[in-house]
């Protein structure tokens, strides 16, 4: 959507094109700079936050995808992290398995149960579905949970750093690009799965769905495609999740992770990929800047314990506000600033979205 | 022997959580993810009450429940209100962001402590023997006792009062309930302040003969099984299905494995999901069919 | 509109400064930084070692400090998430600069931020759960433990006590553990050490992590007709274990490990046949240590109550200890280097000192205790007095 007023789209190709505006090259290039610089001047903390942020995109995104866009209620998310990371590991740990192994491994293994979680959804919506993937969640649980009891990883299972060929992926800043990479990808992947076809398809089965099936579009396929989609997507984030933490338990596949991806898309705007990456970071972020604003009060030591308490609130809090104040999240927020610097001075009142 | 008490035991505190659960649903259409919260929140308004103002049980158990009840009606007030119109994600997701905030605060005001309000009414949970040397504590026997007659207070109301009658129409076709002069939001309240009530009050139980710990509001995951198997806005049908998940976890416990236990209500749910979704009792909602 | 645009810019004021805080810049404290679940699930005895490790260390600052140093501790909050207390970890030693790192977290944790600790070489100071890195023949360089909680040794002692004061009558034991590893190792051990020791063993139940209800389990142990039950794992697992066995009638003797509410727990069951060993002594004992822990506790108003700080005291003592022994500046090697030789006198808050050496970052000798309810004397008696396990 071009910012700018008085650019007119003259072929087709510039119909098709992601960035048009010069502008919209001149920012974008800036942004990259500025990610590509970033690892070589920030601390070592805010590195492993920007890689945790780009790790959670990919999965953000695949959420997004299937909720958002296809209007699947899915509050499975853990269960497909846990299926990724759990077949990394149980390859890893059983056959002493390379990366190009497990990455294609878990996303395969990820496709089969994103066809499981989503047979339901051929028969259920809205919160028949959404209980049903709960179900299906708590399963995965249960059965990564026996593979450790089983096989005696009581603590949870080490993996080891992965390596291409003789490099290995150990150095933060590797891992920085890695998952920049990784994040920029699915981003790209997202933006045009959502301009082509499955896309259409998917908003029309979201609004409309018997309609959709009148005009023509297969429903039962596209509901399944887009679990599958959103299932890869999120194995694969499992896998490189489980070897950037080297660690592997099923403590941290709760039900708590799920809520945060699902929060990222709510927080974030649902049903827009900018709504995805906003919600991302503000979710993953919070945290933290809670804690800074924590430090910079300079709380008594005796009431920092309560202030762990109110952190801990404060992530549900935060989640309310914005239910009750701007359904429709970041992207709308964003939307309004963007609006009122594109007309002023002339203040109007814009159309919603 | 021993374990059909327990069973009973056990379903009678998954009827008294899933009640207040079918009740909003019912009038609202709203999921409470949150009801394990409301079910925590009550155990521990059971122990600051006990702690502080009366020493004796039954006091004590009246002015907590009130307070449960305050905090339905308020949580109506500032919260789900404001999502009557939205769209059933935004509902759900405003009930999860309901019950990490609750939790939050549990933590806050009592810390992650493990608490006995026993201890603190100065009572103590006895057993008692009933048939062919199986054992019941006396908390057990509240539990099933309460169960019993809230369903059939909850049971006549509906049917018979005024108030009753209108949750209902208001539940079925709140358009046309406001037509006809119903206050819509009032019944909403309403229903939430119960749900809180009776939710609360099996956590009051449950602290008193379990223990009282932030991590009570597990419970309130199983009840999903539950009534969901019953029909989600089915008050009949909560008691078949918190039979069926019962005996699903017991038989898991004991013959399976005990891990199995926490999985097991899940697998019924799934089952049931796929043969029958609307659950016993349920009025069949719109599905598709491939 | 003017609401909503409010609401926008007061957001963004309030993540700003989590960009801007400045990192701890002054060098002149020695610096501690602590990773502690103090909320979260499984964060009940967690929580307590904040609140002791504040009141010690404020004492010693007020008083001079250490080597004229005062001490500053950080201390964050890892919700017992194992990515949270990754991060805090990796922020404690790159940007604040810590010397030495403290973890008090479920076994959960333990992995991602000993991966910090070696990678950065700083060393690691447990005070929760004791991992199986700390123990001789090979310890760790980098992991050190102070607290209880050490397998193998305590059901070393358990099991010989149980058989001990069963002399005389019929023993069959029932053996409950918790579904997460240590607990279930734990059992897994003491059912083999029975069983070494001709002990007839007739349950073993392993109760999943969150369970509500413990009456079933109860039921199975009953029916096997156990006379004693030996139970490790949470406290809540143990006592709620304990109640629903009494709830259905059965009159035998349990033996549970002894965490920070074993004290208080005990006065509130009154049960002359529950039984608790740990290697940490009661209040009852009324030490001069344990006055001054109460003393501390009234006087700085701790969330937590006093009966609940010993092992985080304990832990403090730990650290004043080992940073007298490293000399200014302070560096982790320096740190590593005075821990090697540890050697702290635990003031009867232990059965005896805790001596740490280059193999041997547990102890090298841990000293357990028995205690029960005596309803004749109304009040909390010795079972088993101090007995030394040596840890090799």
Redesign the interface.
Known sequence: MPFASGHFRTSYRADLSLVETRTGWGFLTILMIGLVAFPFFA????L??AS?VYLSLIGALALMLL?GFAGQ?SLGHAGFIAVGAYVTAILFKELNAPIWVTLPASGLVGAVLGVIFGL?S???????L???T???H??VT?MG??YE?RRGF???I?IKPPSIGPFYIRDPLVWYFLLFFAAFVALLFSVNLVRSRSGRAWVAIRDR?VVAEAIGVK??FYKLSAFVTGAVMTSISGCLFAYY???V?V??YS?FLT?QY??MI?IGG?GTILGAVLGTIFVV?????I???G??LEVP??L???M??????????V???F?????GGLVA?WN??RNYFILWPFRR?TLRG | MQIIVNTVVLASLYSLIGCGFVLIYRASRVVNLAQGELMAMGGYFLFTVAMGLFKDPVPSFFVASIFSMALGFMIYLFLMRFMAGESVFAAILATIALGILLRGLITLIWTSQLWHPLEKMGITNGSHTLIKDAVISTFGIVTVLSAFLIYVALFLCLKFTRWGLRMQAVGENPLLASRRGIKLHNYYALSWGVAAFTGGFAGMIQSCDSILEPGMVAIGLKTFPVVLVGGLDSLIGVIPGAFIVAIAEVIAINYISPQASEAAPFIVLLAMLLIRPWGLFGTKEELERV | MLRKGLFAMVLSVVIMPMFFTPAFAAPEPYLVGASISVTGPGSEPLAPIKDALDIYFKEVNAKGGINGHPVKLLIEDSMNEPSRAATQARQLVTQNKVSLLILGGLSSLYAPVVQIAEQYNVPLLFLGVCPPEVYPPKADANQFCSTAFGIKFDSSFAVPFIHEQSKGSSLKLALEAMNVPLSRNEIDWAEQLAKGMGIEVVDKEVTPPPTADFTPFATKMKSSGATWAYSYGPWGMEVRTFEALRKLGWKGKYLAYGHIQAEDELKRLKDDDFYVYGTNAFFADNTQAHQRIKAMSEKEKTVYPYTQLTDGWIGATVIEEILKKVSWPATPDKVRESMNQLKVDTQGLKGGPIVWTKTNHYRTTGYYRAYKWDSKKNGIVIAKDWTAIEVK
């Open positions: 601390s070592p903390f805010l492993d936050l945790q909720t209620i339901p051929l028969r259920l919506k809205g919160v028949y959404a209980l049903s709960l179900a299906m708590f399963i249960y949970a026996e009891t009581a603590t949870g080490v769905e429903v039962p933490r080297g660690f338990s403590e941290a039900l809520i699902v929060a709510i649902l972020l919070l945290p933290y800047a804690d800074g604003v430090r910079a030591d005796r920092t314990t309560y762990f308490a109110i952190q801990y609130a404060s992530f549900g809090l989640m309310i506000i239910l009750v104040v701007e359904p927020i309004r600033i009142r």
